[in-house]
């Protein structure tokens, strides 16, 4: 019996020499911030505008278009709040450019004439966005994200050049211009008409659409980091308004896909 009084009082004491030490090791954990993160971005993007034949890659027995590629980029501010240790909220303000670029080939004239009208137009569209991605953390050092979300869009300025190439004589004229050029075709390709209109006053004002994102982190110090993310923006809204009865403004939906590189600060948390 007093054995047994012996081995269970060094029983007790072992239990509470290790929880002191444990306990001593445990403490509250830092309160998170309502931004926990700020971040700076920039990147190339690719556009992948489409929605009509003068847009997207379009060929039948009398005109062909080929989409070229159009490159912009992005340049912006965001910030982090975190709902808990693997979900938050990124939301960015954002200056990108988004745009098209297309070659027309058509006939010159309308009977009896082998001779083509070659046009290569490019499009380049200046926009203030405001993106909201819910972002997942994956693996445990959660240092790869999934984010689904989406932006809305303010235009501000567009500009627009074309080249413009007749076969029978090989004569370029090119021209650059803030507005949107507009053709009307006949039955058989052939231009009939041709409209301008200045400005913005051919485009909506807003552009919005769903987002998709995966990215990278790379810790460089205990509070920043470097980030590698594929964005993929794909606009639901047609951003050409219609402008003249005549003339057709083709619907046009803007899809680009960015490569963003960005630099992150952690805040530290409450105490």
């Known amino acids: 019996m007093h054995r047994r009084s012996i081995l269970f009082c060094a029983l007790i004491l072992v239990y509470f020499s290790v ?3 444990e306990a001593s090791k445990l403490r509250a954990p830092d309160q998170k911030r309502f931004i926990d ?34 490159i912009g980029y992005s340049v912006g501010l ?18 990108e450019q988004k745009g098209s670029r297309a070659e027309l080939n ?31 953390y994956i693996g445990l050092k959660k240092r790869f994200t999934l984010s689904v979300g989406g932006y809305y869009s303010f235009i501000n300025d567009v500009e627009g050049s074309e080249k413009v190439l007749t076969t029978d004589d090989n004569v370029t004229l090119e021209s650059h211009f803030k507005g949107r050029s507009l053709r009307g075709f006949r039955d058989d390709g052939s231009v009939n008409s041709i409209a301008f209109i ?16 995966f990215g990278y982190l790379v ?14 923006n794909f ?14 403004n083709p619907p046009e939906k803007n899809h680009t896909v960015s490569v963003i590189i960005g630099y992150l600060y952690m805040r530290p948390g409450k105490k």
């Open 37 to 70: 993160r700020v971040e700076f971005v920039f990147g190339p993007s690719l556009s992948f505008n489409h929605g009509n034949r003068f847009v997207d890659n379009y060929k039948d027995d009398v005109m062909e278009n080929k989409r070229l590629t159009s």
């Open 78 to 95: 965001g910030a982090y709040h975190p709902i808990n240790n693997w979900l938050g909220i990124n939301a960015r303000i954002i200056w």
């Open 198 to 213: 200045p400005g913005i006053q051919s485009f909506e004002d807003h552009d919005y659409g769903i987002t998709f994102g």
């Open 19 to 21: 929880f002191s030490q």
């Open 219 to 232: 810790k460089i110090k205990n509070n920043s980091s470097i980030m590698f993310q594929l964005i993929d």
């Open 106 to 136: 058509v006939p010159l004239a309308p009977v009896n004439n082998d001779a083509r009208l070659i046009i290569e137009s490019k499009y380049s569209y200046k926009y203030l966005t405001i993106a909201v991605l819910p972002q997942v």
């Open 235 to 248: 606009g639901l809204r047609n951003i050409n308004r219609p402008v003249d009865a005549l003339l057709n």
